[in-house]
């Protein structure tokens, strides 16, 4: 089990809390659109889309305000086993080919009914797809990474580590 972490040294707590409700609004609002409706259909993709710059900027901060710093510390310390683990986090790009996904969505506003339906089961498919793997995702950092912080980082470094991520992700 992993040690417990109190909140302020938690760097993972806040914007997770942030990406939860965010996934958890759009995984619900794409079951509930009606595809057959222009207005809720335009509406979707720009609510998608919007969310997904959300999702890529908190990758983004992830990256540089904490894989980066503990990579490095992760070098001047670590087992390989360690080093493995943080490598392998953000490996896989979640979120270009729901991107991609969303942009073509906007060629069925000129299609028909059926079409639009039948993308919407596609998209719907895609969202399940990227719900399952990003909430386990999720875990292995507040799981795995956050105790390799509080390994490797000072209680300070780790308020201030936290400090700038909840900074970032609310000017995001
Ligand atoms: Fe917190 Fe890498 O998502």
């Not at 417990?4 to 707590?13: K, M, Q, R, S, Y």
């Not at 409706?37 to 959300?54: A, G, P």
Request: some cysteine; glycine content about 2%.
């Amino acid at each position: 089990m992993a040690p417990i972490v109190f909140d302020e040294l938690n760097v993972f707590t806040f914007p997770h809390s942030r990406m939860r409700k965010l996934m958890n609004c759009c995984t619900s609002k794409v079951g509930h659109t009606d595809f057959t409706s222009l207005n809720d259909f335009e509406q979707l993709l720009v609510r998608l889309q919007r969310t997904f710059v959300e999702f890529m900027a908190h990758e983004e901060i992830e990256n540089h305000f904490v894989m980066k710093k503990l990579k490095k510390k992760l070098k001047q310390h670590s087992t390989i086993d360690d080093t493995e683990l943080i490598c392998n986090c953000h490996k896989v790009d979640r979120f270009t080919p729901l991107v991609s996904l969303f942009r073509d969505g906007y060629a069925f506003i000129r299609r028909g009914n059926a079409d639009r339906v039948s993308y919407g089961v596609k998209l719907h498919k895609a969202m399940m797809k990227f719900y399952d793997d990003f909430v386990p995702h999720m875990h292995e950092e507040e799981n795995d990474i956050q105790p390799l912080l509080s390994k490797y980082f000072t209680e300070m470094e780790l308020k201030i580590m936290r400090i700038e991520v909840i900074k970032m992700t609310l000017q995001k």
